[in-house]
Protein backbone atom coordinates (compact mmCIF):
# COMPACT_ATOMS: atom_id res chain seq x y z
CA UNK A 1 0.00 0.00 0.00
CA UNK A 2 2.88 2.46 0.94
CA UNK A 3 4.38 2.00 -2.24
CA UNK A 4 1.30 3.17 -4.20
CA UNK A 5 0.55 6.22 -2.75
CA UNK A 6 1.46 9.48 -5.21
CA UNK A 7 2.45 12.52 -2.90
CA UNK A 8 3.41 16.25 -3.90
CA UNK A 9 6.94 16.60 -4.91
CA UNK A 10 8.99 17.05 -1.65
CA UNK A 11 9.74 20.23 -3.72
CA UNK A 12 6.59 21.32 -3.67
CA UNK A 13 6.02 20.65 0.04
CA UNK A 14 8.96 22.75 0.18
CA UNK A 15 7.88 25.49 -1.16
CA UNK A 16 4.09 25.43 0.69
CA UNK A 17 5.84 25.23 4.10
CA UNK A 18 8.62 28.10 2.85
CA UNK A 19 5.63 30.94 1.84
CA UNK A 20 3.90 30.07 5.25
CA UNK A 21 7.18 30.54 7.20
CA UNK A 22 7.88 33.48 5.47
CA UNK A 23 4.55 35.11 6.04
CA UNK A 24 3.38 33.77 10.09
CA UNK A 25 0.68 35.26 11.74
CA UNK A 26 -0.62 34.90 15.16
CA UNK A 27 -4.10 33.93 17.41
CA UNK A 28 -7.52 34.67 15.14
CA UNK A 29 -4.84 36.43 12.60
CA UNK A 30 -4.50 34.12 9.85
CA UNK A 31 -5.61 35.71 6.87
CA UNK A 32 -3.83 35.03 4.30
CA UNK A 33 -2.30 31.64 5.25
CA UNK A 34 -6.12 30.05 5.77
CA UNK A 35 -6.12 31.96 2.20
CA UNK A 36 -3.90 30.24 0.95
CA UNK A 37 -5.17 26.88 2.37
CA UNK A 38 -8.35 27.67 1.41
CA UNK A 39 -7.19 28.40 -2.44
CA UNK A 40 -5.12 25.36 -3.06
CA UNK A 41 -7.87 22.78 -1.71
CA UNK A 42 -10.16 24.75 -4.00
CA UNK A 43 -7.96 24.31 -6.89
CA UNK A 44 -7.89 20.68 -6.15
CA UNK A 45 -11.59 20.44 -6.17
CA UNK A 46 -12.57 20.56 -2.72
CA UNK A 47 -16.23 21.80 -1.68
CA UNK A 48 -13.96 24.20 1.41
CA UNK A 49 -15.74 25.88 4.37
CA UNK A 50 -14.01 28.90 5.61
CA UNK A 51 -14.91 30.95 8.55
CA UNK A 52 -14.88 28.69 11.32
CA UNK A 53 -13.80 30.33 14.40
CA UNK A 54 -13.05 33.32 12.73
CA UNK A 55 -9.97 31.98 9.97
CA UNK A 56 -10.52 28.16 10.61
CA UNK A 57 -10.75 25.96 7.35
CA UNK A 58 -12.79 22.51 6.96
CA UNK A 59 -12.81 20.54 3.51
CA UNK A 60 -13.97 17.11 3.81
CA UNK A 61 -13.32 14.11 1.22
CA UNK A 62 -15.76 10.85 0.72
CA UNK A 63 -13.95 7.70 -0.55
CA UNK A 64 -14.64 6.13 -3.27
CA UNK A 65 -15.61 2.57 -1.80
CA UNK A 66 -18.46 3.68 -0.31
CA UNK A 67 -19.80 4.69 2.86
CA UNK A 68 -17.99 4.15 6.51
CA UNK A 69 -16.88 6.11 9.52
CA UNK A 70 -15.40 9.39 9.53
CA UNK A 71 -12.34 10.74 10.45
CA UNK A 72 -11.20 14.06 11.00
CA UNK A 73 -7.43 15.05 10.48
CA UNK A 74 -6.04 18.66 12.74
CA UNK A 75 -2.96 21.14 11.82
CA UNK A 76 -2.53 24.18 13.60
CA UNK A 77 -1.69 27.07 11.25
CA UNK A 78 -0.65 30.22 13.66
CA UNK A 79 2.73 31.84 14.84
CA UNK A 80 4.25 33.06 17.67
CA UNK A 81 5.32 36.44 19.21
CA UNK A 82 9.22 36.07 18.70
CA UNK A 83 11.73 37.47 16.68
CA UNK A 84 13.34 35.09 14.53
CA UNK A 85 16.96 34.85 14.45
CA UNK A 86 18.09 31.55 12.70
CA UNK A 87 19.32 33.59 9.38
CA UNK A 88 17.17 30.84 7.05
CA UNK A 89 16.52 32.01 3.38
CA UNK A 90 13.29 31.98 3.67
CA UNK A 91 12.60 33.82 7.17
CA UNK A 92 10.14 35.63 8.01
CA UNK A 93 9.08 38.84 6.85
CA UNK A 94 6.89 39.75 9.64
CA UNK A 95 8.87 41.52 12.61
CA UNK A 96 8.42 40.35 15.63
CA UNK A 97 7.23 37.19 14.48
CA UNK A 98 7.96 33.77 13.31
CA UNK A 99 6.60 30.08 13.11
CA UNK A 100 8.97 28.76 15.84
CA UNK A 101 6.49 25.40 16.31
CA UNK A 102 6.17 24.05 13.17
CA UNK A 103 2.95 24.70 12.70
CA UNK A 104 4.27 25.59 8.95
CA UNK A 105 4.93 22.52 8.39
CA UNK A 106 1.94 20.84 9.90
CA UNK A 107 -0.07 22.78 7.62
CA UNK A 108 2.01 21.53 4.52
CA UNK A 109 2.10 17.77 5.34
CA UNK A 110 -1.53 17.94 6.05
CA UNK A 111 -1.91 19.67 2.86
CA UNK A 112 0.43 16.98 1.18
CA UNK A 113 -2.05 14.39 2.48
CA UNK A 114 -4.82 16.37 1.39
CA UNK A 115 -3.48 16.78 -2.10
CA UNK A 116 -2.31 12.74 -2.31
CA UNK A 117 -5.85 11.44 -1.44
CA UNK A 118 -7.50 13.46 -3.92
CA UNK A 119 -5.98 11.94 -6.29
CA UNK A 120 -6.49 8.17 -4.56
CA UNK A 121 -9.62 8.32 -2.89
CA UNK A 122 -9.57 3.98 -1.95
CA UNK A 123 -10.99 4.39 1.18
CA UNK A 124 -14.40 3.86 2.97
CA UNK A 125 -16.25 6.88 4.15
CA UNK A 126 -15.09 10.31 4.82
CA UNK A 127 -11.47 12.34 5.61
CA UNK A 128 -12.61 15.84 7.53
CA UNK A 129 -9.32 17.87 6.99
CA UNK A 130 -9.28 20.51 9.90
CA UNK A 131 -6.95 23.62 9.70
CA UNK A 132 -7.24 25.29 13.09
CA UNK A 133 -6.49 28.68 14.03
CA UNK A 134 -4.79 30.07 17.16
CA UNK A 135 -3.48 26.85 18.79
CA UNK A 136 -0.69 28.95 20.92
CA UNK A 137 -2.24 30.84 24.03
CA UNK A 138 -5.81 31.91 22.38
CA UNK A 139 -7.70 28.20 22.14
CA UNK A 140 -8.79 28.35 18.57
CA UNK A 141 -9.53 24.73 19.14
CA UNK A 142 -12.55 25.88 21.59
CA UNK A 143 -13.72 27.95 19.22
CA UNK A 144 -13.90 25.89 16.41
CA UNK A 145 -15.65 23.50 18.95
CA UNK A 146 -17.99 26.11 19.86
CA UNK A 147 -18.35 27.72 16.71
CA UNK A 148 -19.83 24.27 15.58
CA UNK A 149 -17.19 22.08 14.28
CA UNK A 150 -18.85 18.84 15.12
CA UNK A 151 -22.24 19.63 14.53
CA UNK A 152 -21.10 20.47 10.74
CA UNK A 153 -18.81 18.37 10.52
CA UNK A 154 -19.48 14.77 12.53
CA UNK A 155 -16.47 12.70 12.91
CA UNK A 156 -16.54 9.33 14.96
CA UNK A 157 -12.78 10.22 15.73
CA UNK A 158 -9.96 13.00 15.32
CA UNK A 159 -6.06 12.66 14.74
CA UNK A 160 -3.97 15.22 15.70
CA UNK A 161 0.29 15.49 15.59
CA UNK A 162 3.10 17.72 16.68
CA UNK A 163 6.42 17.84 15.45
CA UNK A 164 9.31 17.14 18.23
CA UNK A 165 12.35 18.40 18.39
CA UNK A 166 15.10 15.94 20.01
CA UNK A 167 13.42 13.12 18.04
CA UNK A 168 15.22 11.73 15.31
CA UNK A 169 13.60 12.44 12.42
CA UNK A 170 11.60 8.72 11.37
CA UNK A 171 10.95 8.47 14.84
CA UNK A 172 7.72 9.15 16.50
CA UNK A 173 6.02 8.76 20.30
CA UNK A 174 2.65 7.84 20.96
CA UNK A 175 1.10 7.70 24.48
CA UNK A 176 -2.19 5.53 25.26
CA UNK A 177 -3.58 8.44 27.60
CA UNK A 178 -2.01 11.48 28.95
CA UNK A 179 0.16 13.50 26.70
CA UNK A 180 0.24 17.34 27.28
CA UNK A 181 -0.63 19.16 30.76
CA UNK A 182 -3.73 20.72 31.70
CA UNK A 183 -2.54 24.34 31.41
CA UNK A 184 -4.32 27.60 33.78
CA UNK A 185 -2.99 30.95 34.48
CA UNK A 186 -3.23 33.23 36.68
CA UNK A 187 -2.97 37.06 38.36
CA UNK A 188 -2.31 38.09 41.30
CA UNK A 189 -2.26 41.47 43.08
CA UNK A 190 -1.47 41.96 46.59
CA UNK A 191 -1.90 45.41 48.15
CA UNK A 192 -1.03 46.46 51.06
CA UNK A 193 0.15 49.92 52.71
CA UNK A 194 3.11 51.53 50.91
CA UNK A 195 5.42 53.40 53.62
CA UNK A 196 9.39 53.93 54.20
CA UNK A 197 11.55 51.22 53.84
CA UNK A 198 13.37 52.56 56.76
CA UNK A 199 9.95 52.45 58.85
CA UNK A 200 8.39 48.96 57.57
CA UNK A 201 6.24 48.99 61.14
CA UNK A 202 4.28 52.04 59.51
CA UNK A 203 3.19 49.69 56.48
CA UNK A 204 1.53 46.53 55.18
CA UNK A 205 4.87 44.78 53.40
CA UNK A 206 3.53 43.36 50.13
CA UNK A 207 7.62 41.97 49.28
CA UNK A 208 7.41 40.10 52.17
CA UNK A 209 4.12 38.55 51.82
CA UNK A 210 5.04 38.16 47.84
CA UNK A 211 8.06 35.86 48.98
CA UNK A 212 6.37 33.90 51.65
CA UNK A 213 3.22 32.77 49.30
CA UNK A 214 5.77 31.86 46.30
CA UNK A 215 7.74 29.22 48.83
CA UNK A 216 4.20 28.79 50.27
CA UNK A 217 3.29 27.56 47.19
CA UNK A 218 5.52 24.77 46.25
CA UNK A 219 4.39 22.88 49.41
CA UNK A 220 0.97 22.01 46.98
CA UNK A 221 3.29 20.42 45.08
CA UNK A 222 5.63 18.58 46.99
CA UNK A 223 3.28 17.63 49.59
CA UNK A 224 -0.21 17.67 48.48
CA UNK A 225 0.42 16.25 45.14
CA UNK A 226 0.54 12.22 45.20
CA UNK A 227 3.85 10.84 44.33
CA UNK A 228 2.50 9.28 41.23
CA UNK A 229 1.52 12.05 39.78
CA UNK A 230 2.91 15.01 37.75
CA UNK A 231 2.29 19.08 38.56
CA UNK A 232 3.79 21.82 38.19
CA UNK A 233 3.07 25.35 39.69
CA UNK A 234 5.46 28.50 38.78
CA UNK A 235 5.51 31.62 39.43
CA UNK A 236 7.01 33.13 36.90
CA UNK A 237 6.83 36.90 37.13
CA UNK A 238 6.92 39.74 40.67
CA UNK A 239 6.23 42.75 39.76
CA UNK A 240 6.53 45.59 42.54
CA UNK A 241 8.18 48.88 43.62
CA UNK A 242 10.73 51.64 41.67
CA UNK A 243 13.28 52.67 44.26
CA UNK A 244 15.50 51.79 47.02
CA UNK A 245 13.78 53.16 49.99
CA UNK A 246 10.13 52.74 49.30
CA UNK A 247 8.40 49.92 50.08
CA UNK A 248 5.33 49.44 47.15
CA UNK A 249 1.96 49.53 47.97
CA UNK A 250 0.76 46.75 45.05
CA UNK A 251 2.85 43.61 43.80
CA UNK A 252 2.04 41.61 40.84
CA UNK A 253 2.69 37.87 40.61
CA UNK A 254 1.83 36.33 37.33
CA UNK A 255 2.41 32.22 37.06
CA UNK A 256 0.62 28.95 36.25
CA UNK A 257 -0.63 25.95 37.27
CA UNK A 258 -0.22 22.59 34.93
CA UNK A 259 -1.36 18.72 35.43
CA UNK A 260 -2.60 16.02 33.90
CA UNK A 261 -5.33 14.56 36.47
CA UNK A 262 -7.68 16.69 36.17
CA UNK A 263 -9.15 15.88 39.79
CA UNK A 264 -5.64 17.37 40.64
CA UNK A 265 -5.85 20.28 39.22
CA UNK A 266 -9.70 21.25 41.05
CA UNK A 267 -7.64 20.32 44.35
CA UNK A 268 -4.45 22.17 43.77
CA UNK A 269 -6.81 25.50 42.66
CA UNK A 270 -8.87 25.34 45.64
CA UNK A 271 -5.82 25.28 47.90
CA UNK A 272 -4.12 27.90 45.68
CA UNK A 273 -6.97 30.02 46.18
CA UNK A 274 -6.77 28.86 49.76
CA UNK A 275 -3.22 29.90 50.36
CA UNK A 276 -3.69 33.09 49.34
CA UNK A 277 -6.63 34.18 51.41
CA UNK A 278 -4.93 32.69 54.59
CA UNK A 279 -2.15 34.89 53.65
CA UNK A 280 -3.76 38.08 52.90
CA UNK A 281 -5.84 37.98 56.44
CA UNK A 282 -2.46 37.17 58.29
CA UNK A 283 -0.63 39.99 56.66
CA UNK A 284 -3.98 42.34 56.57
CA UNK A 285 -3.78 42.74 52.75
CA UNK A 286 -6.33 43.22 50.20
CA UNK A 287 -5.75 40.70 47.20
CA UNK A 288 -7.58 40.47 43.16
CA UNK A 289 -7.50 37.30 41.43
CA UNK A 290 -7.60 36.74 38.26
CA UNK A 291 -7.53 32.74 37.56
CA UNK A 292 -7.81 31.70 33.67
CA UNK A 293 -8.25 28.26 33.45
CA UNK A 294 -7.02 27.63 29.76
CA UNK A 295 -6.76 24.68 28.09
CA UNK A 296 -7.60 20.62 29.59
CA UNK A 297 -5.05 18.22 29.63
CA UNK A 298 -4.72 16.18 25.90
CA UNK A 299 -5.70 12.49 26.75
CA UNK A 300 -5.43 10.10 23.98
CA UNK A 301 -8.22 7.24 23.73
CA UNK A 302 -6.14 4.04 24.08
CA UNK A 303 -7.72 1.79 21.17
CA UNK A 304 -6.66 5.09 18.86
CA UNK A 305 -3.39 5.51 20.20
CA UNK A 306 -2.67 2.26 19.64
CA UNK A 307 -4.22 2.04 15.91
CA UNK A 308 -1.61 5.07 15.64
CA UNK A 309 1.09 3.56 16.55
CA UNK A 310 0.86 0.55 14.31
CA UNK A 311 0.45 2.48 11.36
CA UNK A 312 3.62 4.52 12.49
CA UNK A 313 5.46 1.09 12.96
CA UNK A 314 4.29 -0.06 8.96
CA UNK A 315 5.54 3.62 7.90
CA UNK A 316 8.67 4.03 9.84
CA UNK A 317 9.39 -0.18 11.95
CA UNK A 318 8.17 -0.41 15.19
CA UNK A 319 11.49 0.02 16.77
CA UNK A 320 10.94 3.91 15.67
CA UNK A 321 8.22 4.01 17.79
CA UNK A 322 8.15 5.08 21.16
CA UNK A 323 5.11 3.84 23.85
CA UNK A 324 4.59 5.88 26.20
CA UNK A 325 7.29 8.54 26.97
CA UNK A 326 7.31 11.04 29.91
CA UNK A 327 4.64 13.08 28.61
CA UNK A 328 5.13 16.88 28.59
CA UNK A 329 4.26 19.69 30.84
CA UNK A 330 3.57 21.80 27.98
CA UNK A 331 -0.27 21.68 26.60
CA UNK A 332 -1.76 21.27 23.67
CA UNK A 333 -5.70 22.56 22.77
CA UNK A 334 -6.22 19.83 20.15
CA UNK A 335 -7.48 18.95 23.91
CA UNK A 336 -11.05 20.39 23.15
CA UNK A 337 -11.43 18.32 20.28
CA UNK A 338 -10.45 15.20 22.33
CA UNK A 339 -12.75 15.93 25.10
CA UNK A 340 -15.71 16.34 22.55
CA UNK A 341 -14.72 13.05 19.96
CA UNK A 342 -12.07 10.23 20.47
CA UNK A 343 -8.88 10.21 19.40
CA UNK A 344 -5.00 10.75 19.30
CA UNK A 345 -1.96 12.81 19.36
CA UNK A 346 1.45 11.83 18.27
CA UNK A 347 4.39 13.24 18.22
CA UNK A 348 7.12 13.12 14.99
CA UNK A 349 10.42 13.52 15.49
CA UNK A 350 12.30 16.86 14.05
CA UNK A 351 15.54 15.74 14.39
CA UNK A 352 17.70 14.94 17.79
CA UNK A 353 19.47 18.57 17.16
CA UNK A 354 16.98 20.41 16.53
CA UNK A 355 16.53 23.91 18.46
CA UNK A 356 13.62 23.40 20.81
CA UNK A 357 10.12 24.75 20.03
CA UNK A 358 9.55 28.74 20.95
CA UNK A 359 13.15 29.42 20.19
CA UNK A 360 13.95 31.90 18.35
CA UNK A 361 16.72 29.40 16.15
CA UNK A 362 13.78 26.90 15.82
CA UNK A 363 13.24 25.92 12.09
CA UNK A 364 10.29 22.88 11.19
CA UNK A 365 12.64 20.51 9.59
CA UNK A 366 11.75 19.86 5.82
CA UNK A 367 12.83 16.26 5.92
CA UNK A 368 9.81 15.74 8.27
CA UNK A 369 7.26 16.93 5.33
CA UNK A 370 6.77 13.63 3.25
CA UNK A 371 7.02 11.25 6.41
CA UNK A 372 4.32 13.26 8.07
CA UNK A 373 1.98 13.73 4.73
CA UNK A 374 2.18 9.95 4.02
CA UNK A 375 1.28 8.78 7.91
CA UNK A 376 -2.04 10.85 7.43
CA UNK A 377 -2.53 8.88 4.23
CA UNK A 378 -1.53 5.83 5.89
CA UNK A 379 -4.10 6.37 8.63
CA UNK A 380 -6.58 7.22 6.77
CA UNK A 381 -6.04 4.12 4.70
CA UNK A 382 -5.99 1.44 7.56
CA UNK A 383 -8.84 2.84 9.67
CA UNK A 384 -11.02 3.47 6.37
CA UNK A 385 -11.51 0.11 5.04
Known amino acids: MTASICLPEIAQLEAWRHDFHQHPETAFEEHRTSARIASLLT ?3 FEVTTGIAGTGVVAALDGRLGGGRTIGLRADIDALDIRE ?5 YASKTPGKMHACGHDGHTTMLLGAAWALKQQPDFKGRVV ?12 GRAMVEDGLFKRFPMDAVYGLHNWPGLAVGEAAVHDTAVMAAFDIFTLTLTGKGCHAAMPHLGIDTVL ?5 VSQLQGLISRETPPDKSAVLSVTSIHGGDTFNVIPEQVELRGTLRCFDMALKEHLEARFKQAITSLAEFHGLTVELDYQRCYPATINTPEHAQQCATVLGNLLGSDKVLRNPPPSMASEDFSFLLAECPGAYIWMGNGEESASLHNPHYDFNDALLPLGARYWVELVNTLLV
Open 129 to 140: FIFQPAEENEGG
Open 43 to 45: EWG
Open 85 to 89: EGGVP
Open 209 to 213: ASCQL
